[in-house]
């Protein structure tokens, strides 16, 4: 898919009509499309797989894809009014973070605390199906909202909004598009918008462990010389979640490793410090890993001519996991979305240019600042010189005896939206 195509909408017999369409079946798709119907637009949503049950977790083991939630999630969630749904129980909150350099030196470390920073928690940690799950069964009940399981094969713009045609079925017209769909939108390709993409030559191997300490309601980061990163997230009861960022043959290697092999491996690692602060790791998943990049849509709406497609979640941007703020990101998205259609004046339709035009400078903003310190994070930790090694390990240090700065880096990880 390449090409925008402008045309007359089809005649209302051979077509049907809804005010905004959802593409996407992720996290983002789907909070998107139940706020959207709660604010009173006729809703659909399409994905492939929302026929597909996602099941309650439930018992000892938890899911593989772990996400921390800022506390602008939880408001969002609040907002949708599934956040007192969730089974809580499945809920760790974070009070603290630790991050500590690769010298294994004292004072190379920083800590960020709730405590210090007047807020309850700085995030918590929970299953991707857990949120999944709670979304699905809140968008049973919401009349003004229709899941459709189908794909969206050719979308037509015209004046009035986009037509999807669909893989089986009546194509539908949408005054507004949403674009949820991943890291590789296709909608985001057929209108027209380009996006800058780098491979970071590195994969993220995730698995869960249960651990002899406890955790404290943790979350751990170690960045380790020649770029490796170690971030061990909270798991109610004694259990961690473990995100290491490596090389993609290093992690191919790791996923063959037996429980001996991962105990010497963390005895290793960081001077030890993985096992003398967590003790012994017992492994409670199968380790699994992804590659990462770095993708930013050079906009987040189109096509330029008329806009009336809104990009959120992965179809806009896509970042390191190092600072846990990927879904965050893409929910504040909804979230701004969400504000702008909710206060527009009574005569703007949803894919008014002024409102779409509001969002992508909203959404510009906090997304370019995220991805560049990430991404520069990123990169001066993967640094090899000794100068580059001192530099950044002493500046763990100097940004840890400064208050003015944590708070600083407290309040960007919280995040902020607001809902009227």
């Keep these: 898919m390449s090409e925008v195509h402008l045309k007359t909408p089809l005649h209302s017999g051979q077509i049907r009509s809804v005010d905004v369409a959802v593409i996407g079946g992720g996290i983002a798709g789907k909070a998107c499309a139940l706020g959207l119907a709660q604010l009173g637009f006729q809703t659909v949503e399409i994905a492939p797989d929302l026929g597909e049950s996602v099941s309650s977790p439930q018992g000892s083991q938890w899911g593989q894809r772990i996400y921390a939630f800022s506390p602008s999630t939880q408001k969002l969630l609040a907002h949708l009014q599934i956040w007192d749904a969730l089974d809580h129980i499945r809920l760790q909150p974070v009070r603290d973070m630790r991050i500590y350099g690769d010298r294994g030196e004292k004072n190379d470390q920083l800590h960020l605390s709730a405590f210090e920073a007047g807020t309850p928690q700085l995030a918590w940690i929970g299953e991707s199906n857990l949120i999944e799950h709670t979304l699905d069964q809140a968008s049973r009940f919401q009349n003004k909202l229709e899941r459709i399981t189908n794909v969206v094969e050719k979308i037509e713009v015209d004046e009035a909004g986009a037509t999807l045609h669909l ?246 990880a919280l995040g902020d939206i607001d809902f009227e």
Excluded at 279 to 294: D, H
Excluded at 339 to 364: A, H, M
Aim: net charge positive; glycine share 8%.
């Design 167 to 412: 893989k089986h079925g009546t194509p539908i017209h949408a005054q507004l598009v949403i674009a949820a769909d991943g890291a590789n939108s296709p909608i985001r390709s057929e209108i027209g918008i380009t996006a800058s993409e780098e491979s970071y030559s590195q994969s993220a191997v995730v698995a869960n462990w249960i651990c002899h300490y406890p955790h404290l309601e943790t979350a751990f980061q170690w960045f380790l010389p020649g770029g490796d990163i170690v971030a061990m997230l909270p798991l109610p009861g004694k259990q961690v979640s473990m995100v290491w960022s490596t090389s993609p043959e290093n992690a191919a290697e790791l996923l063959k490793l037996d429980q001996s092999q991962w105990t010497e491996k963390f005895s290793s690692i960081a001077n030890g410090a993985i096992r003398k602060q967590l003790g012994e790791l017992t492994l409670n998943s199968t380790p699994v890993s992804f590659p990462l990049r770095k993708i930013r849509a050079n906009r987040f709406i189109g096509p330029e001519s008329s806009p009336k497609v809104v990009l959120i979640g992965d179809a806009a941007h896509v970042m390191h996991p190092l600072a846990g703020q990927g879904l965050n990101l893409g929910l504040r998205d909804v979230a701004v979305l969400l504000n702008i259609l909710g206060k527009r004046e009574s005569f703007r339709t949803p894919s008014d240019p002024v409102l779409l035009r509001r969002y992508e400078r909203q959404r510009q903003g906090d997304t370019g600042a995220l991805l560049w310190v990430t991404d520069k994070l990123k990169k001066l930790f993967s640094a090899s010189s000794k100068p580059e090694r001192q530099l950044r390990n002493w500046g763990l240090g100097l940004v840890n005896k400064s208050h003015f700065i944590k708070q600083r880096l407290i309040e960007r």
